[in-house]
């Protein structure tokens, strides 16, 4: 591929990072191939979805899951994370709500937790509380902000007609410095407190 696509360059996680994870209890997962690559802005889009387009029939029996790496972008290049999966988070969750009739939290903060955050899981919509938590980046919020660009932090929003309910930390929280267990606390407690005021009835 990279002879295929010279003009962009890949960022391999090496040895060395692996053990640094490993010595702090990080699981390095064999399932997982994850990867940077770094694209010139001057690239034109086409360009761009032709190396996707190749990405995705090499990994056909896997799922391809991008976002954007903004600590190796700046204004000559754009870097994307790449993650290789056998499965998507969403698709992890719609098993497990099929096989377990599980429902609840569904949080994320990045790119590569809007096909989950968006999915459409199986029961009633209400069943699943989503959440994009403290801290999370542009490229999240600028999806959620498609379906509403409401300032409030509690959002309604119509996903493949369903009406979907979705917290959504800003910067105008009273508790703008909360990021991701934070977010998770503050909305269990939120929810709690709803099912003790209007639960029993």
Not at 90 to 97: K, Q
Not at 177 to 192: A, C, K
């Amino acid at each position: 591929m990279q002879k295929e696509f010279p003009e962009f360059s890949f960022v391999f996680q090496d040895q060395k990072t692996d053990d640094k994870w490993k010595g702090v209890g990080m699981r390095i997962d064999p399932n997982k191939l994850s990867f940077n690559y770094v694209v010139p802005t001057n690239i034109d889009n086409e360009r761009v979805g032709l190396f996707l387009q190749s990405l995705q029939r090499f990994f056909s029996d896997f799922t391809v899951i991008l976002s954007q790496n903004l600590a190796l972008s700046n204004n000559s290049q754009t870097a994307w994370f790449c993650d290789i999966v056998p499965f998507g988070k969403d698709e992890v969750i719609r098993y497990l709500s099929q096989k377990y009739k599980a429902k609840g939290l569904i949080a994320g903060d990045s790119g590569n937790d809007i096909n989950m955050l968006f999915g459409d899981f199986p029961g009633e919509a209400k069943d699943y509380i989503r959440t994009a938590v403290g801290g999370s980046q542009q490229e999240l919020l600028k999806e959620i902000n498609k379906f509403s660009s409401s300032p409030r932090d509690w959002r309604l929003l119509i996903i493949q007609d369903k009406q979907v309910r979705m917290y959504v930390e800003t910067k105008s929280s009273k508790s703008s410095n909360r990021i991701g267990p934070q977010t998770l606390e503050h909305v269990i407690d939120v929810l709690e407190r709803a099912w003790r005021i209007f639960g029993k009835k």
